[in-house]
């Protein structure tokens, strides 16, 4: 079919106002293609598919996700253990990190020595926490247990028991709350200094200005530390992974970690799709429902 | 603040440096004893810890060289450095090209397409992960680096971010004289903008050479040769063929960590400053 004429002179103006902008950015937008939107919709179609990365897709409808809700244990043990943890570490993670914040914000001496102490832990590699709490967390011999019994106590079986190993992850996560713990500080550094003059001048006692002018001024950070704290523990492997493996029990089977065996150790990529879609639209509900919360909640703005 | 008051602030921070510090202090401490130290109350009734247990006696250096002959370990040290430089090369080349697109260019669909780049970082890596692997595996990459290195090549969402913001910041008058004496935006992006940018680039850069020194599940998924692992991944096998060897693993585990160390004291300043920065703009 013979193309519509254009006059050469209309695509050489076109190009000239789009041509060099549209190169810079092109190997974004290559990229954008080939490894973003392409694989995006490639999995969904993938989703609906039995996928063994040797032989060829065999399409299989919504059988994929059937399974996955009604048939698959696994999946919602993956589920629960993913939820537990984010219920608990992400509000504790944020507390403590808070608190920290504000310890260091008081102005004392050797402010950069405690700040460079604290968050010093979180810049250790996941694979390096991950052989050194598994190390520490030993029962018998461990630095904790060990701890624990020169005052006293008997410590758990930790990552070998099926009811500790879960919360010696959270456990092991405070270690990590450096990084956030930056971030606020930065938050409470920008907090005008006569706010809290206004605020003693009308007498609020040191609680009431933490309450009144601190945390308010602080919430769009600890939003945003929310947001990405949520988004995070479904994204929790590394440690899962070296760890525990997802034992004992599958008291540590996280999502990332339940998919990555799906599609790895079984092979079944299709599904691995599915729950990844899963895990996709589960990520932007609690997303959009923080984002709508955040209304009654966050002051945006001094 | 009252003296009361700070003296308080002092002991809570001292109080809580103790634990902050000592999976580190106890990494290094494991990795300079002997396995006779180490398991010494193994079996026993109740071992404890004292302060005495932090000390390597006799301290012995022997862990380092021994864990890295029992696996190529100076081998997997070359392939992560190798990693790193040629990633940081390419997502900071890349991303500052396309930052200099969104920043400082006109074209048609600019917002739209900003707003989609912004959109793929809320996607989860999981959902493209299956196609992106076969994708490469098709192209015959499996087992090679390219995995690894290519795609950051293409730019990185949030890098591209953060230095669309610092360019726009840029005051415009340096680019307007250099475009005047007939420069092209190319050489205004090299000669002008970059050269000014240094700040910007050097936080994309600490950022890449953190994210591929830490990353394990890329290593995991696409190499399949052992002496093309990354230390990440060649610790983790360590690890997972000789668990309990907890004085070699120390020594492996702090040889990791160190330069992670090393470049925060390095580049405290850029640390801190971006890693604030990108929370609070976030």
């Known amino acids: 079919m013979p193309e ?59 059988a994929n996700y ?3 809700l009604h048939d698959d244990p696994m999946f919602w043990q ?27 914000n008081t102005k004392v001496k050797g402010q950069t020595l405690f700040r460079t102490i604290f968050y010093l832990p979180s810049i250790v590699p996941a694979v390096a926490n991950a052989v050194v709490f598994s190390w520490i967390l030993n029962p018998e011999i461990g630095l904790i247990n060990g701890i624990l019994r020169s005052l006293g106590l008997e410590g ?25 713990m930056v971030i606020y500080l930065a938050g409470l550094q920008d907090i005008p200094i006569h706010l809290y003059e206004a605020a003693t001048l009308d007498g609020a006692s040191a609680y009431q200005r933490l309450r009144k002018v601190t945390l308010p001024l602080l919430t769009p950070v600890i939003f945003f530390n929310l947001v990405m704290g949520i988004i995070g523990s479904f994204q929790y492997f590394t440690e899962a992974f070296i760890m525990t493996n997802g034992g004992p029990e599958g008291s540590t089977s996280f999502y990332a970690l339940y998919l990555f065996q799906r599609a790895w150790q079984y092979l079944d990529m299709g599904y691995a799709c599915a729950m990844a879609w899963i895990v996709f639209v589960i990520t932007m509900v609690i997303t959009g429902i923080v984002f709508q919360s955040q209304k009654r909640w966050v002051h945006f703005g001094h | 603040m009252t003296r009361l008051q700070r003296v308080c602030v002092y002991i809570a921070l001292i109080f809580l440096s103790i634990p902050a510090l000592l999976p580190m202090t106890w990494m290094v401490s494991t990795s300079l004893k002997t396995d006779k130290q180490v398991f010494a109350t193994e079996g026993k009734a109740a071992p404890t810890v004292s302060l005495r247990s932090l000390i390597p006696s006799p301290l ?26 040629v990633n940081v090369f390419g997502v900071v080349l890349s991303s500052a090209i396309v930052a200099y697109g969104f920043a400082r260019c006109t074209f048609v669909g600019k917002p739209l397409l900003f707003i989609a780049m912004i959109s793929t970082m809320a996607v989860p890596p999981q959902v493209t992960m299956v196609p992106v692997f076969a994708l490469f595996r098709a192209l015959g990459w499996y087992g090679t680096y390219l995995p690894l290195i290519v795609p950051s090549f293409f730019g990185a969402p949030f890098f591209i971010f953060l230095m669309t913001q610092f360019f726009r910041t840029l005051p415009d008058d340096m680019a307007e004289a250099a475009r005047l004496d007939g420069s092209s935006e190319w050489g205004i992006f090299l000669r002008v903008v970059l050269p000014l940018s240094r700040p910007a680039l050097a936080t994309c850069a600490i950022f890449q050479f953190m994210g591929t020194w830490n990353d394990f599940l890329g290593p ?15 610790l983790q096998q360590f690890m997972s063929k000789n668990g309990g060897q907890w004085t070699m693993l120390m020594a492996g585990a702090t040889v990791f960590t160190l330069p992670m160390i090393v470049l925060f004291f390095f580049a405290q300043k850029t640390f801190i400053q971006g890693i604030a920065t990108t929370g609070v703009k976030g």
Do not use: E
């Open chain 1, 78 to 104: 993956s589920l629960w253990v993913t939820v537990k943890y984010a219920v608990v570490s992400v509000p504790v993670g944020i507390v403590v990190g808070v608190a920290l914040a504000i310890l260091l």
């Open chain 1, 4 to 62: 519509p004429p254009v006059r050469p002179s209309r695509i050489r103006k076109w190009l000239r106002k789009n041509g060099t902008g549209l190169l810079f950015i092109s190997p974004w937008l290559v990229g954008f293609f080939c490894f973003t939107i392409g694989p995006f919709f490639s999995s969904v179609y993938l989703s609906f598919n039995s996928y063994d990365l040797v032989h060829r897709p065999v399409w299989v409808g919504a």
């Open chain 2, 220 to 234: 995991l998924l696409y190499l399949n040769n052992p002496n093309s692992y990354t230390v990440a991944y060649g």
């Open chain 1, 156 to 180: 758990p079986a930790w990552l070998n028991d099926p009811k500790w190993a879960l919360w010696s992850l959270m456990l092991m996560g405070l270690w990590g709350v450096g990084g956030s």
């Open chain 2, 60 to 85: 012995q250096l022997k862990n380092y060289p021994d864990a890295m002959s029992t696996v190529p370990f100076r081998t997997y040290l070359r392939n992560t450095v190798f990693l790193c430089v």
């Open chain 1, 66 to 68: 059937a399974t996955l």
